[in-house]
């Protein structure tokens, strides 16, 4: 923050990478920069990680307070939509945040166990974590493996097996 603002950052990025359409506001450098900058803005606003954490520990009372946190975080940092605050707060550690990402919500959608958005699919992974007394972390990544069917920590990749899975357990219940 003191040697960068979203513009000169957004210089930076146009000597290295020589962008097209740098002056329209919707490019995606020009974005990124921004999103750079804010997130520089609201990190700073702590003393160090221990008051991050603290800061983050207020927001744990429940599910309501716990998302209240993404929210913000959407709202503070340029381009930082519901699903990647979870996502970030997710990597940092913090094991309650699940990432409603398009896996989550097009299994969970399909079992009628939310509506089709993120807040919905955020509180219906934790409500499945309570139900199994798991961290919404697991639950999330056991959907997202099979959505996605990335083993990463691995490096096999068995193909997305999202429909067949939904299909399966749709005819198990009908059955």
């Known amino acids: 923050l003191k040697n960068y603002n979203a513009d000169n950052l957004l210089n930076e990025f146009n ?3 020589d962008i097209k359409n740098i002056d329209s506001k919707n490019n995606l450098w020009r974005l990124y920069s921004k999103s750079i900058i804010s997130a520089c803005e609201f990190v700073n606003k702590f ?22 946190l993404p929210m913000l975080l959407e709202r ?5 939509g519901f ?10 550690g ?6 409603p990402d398009v896996h989550i919500k097009d299994i969970f959608v ?15 992974v934790i409500e499945m974590a309570n ?5 919404p972390y697991k639950v999330d990544k056991i959907f997202w493996l099979i959505g ?17 899975f939904i299909n399966m357990v749709i005819d198990k219940l009908e059955h």
């Open 110 to 124: 399909a079992f009628d166990l939310c509506d089709n958005n993120d807040y919905s699919a955020y509180k219906a």
């Open 83 to 92: 699903p990647l605050a979870c996502d970030f707060l997710k990597e940092l």
């Open 148 to 164: 996605a069917g990335n083993f990463y920590l691995d490096n096999i990749n068995i193909g997305r097996h999202k429909e067949e």
């Open 131 to 135: 139900i199994v007394n798991e961290n």
């Open 94 to 99: 913090y094991n309650e945040y699940p990432k």
């Open 47 to 68: 003393e160090d990680a221990n008051d991050f954490d603290r800061f983050v520990s207020l927001f744990k009372y429940n599910e309501l307070s716990s998302a209240a």
């Open 15 to 17: 000597k290295k990478f």
């Open 76 to 80: 503070e940092i340029v381009g930082l």
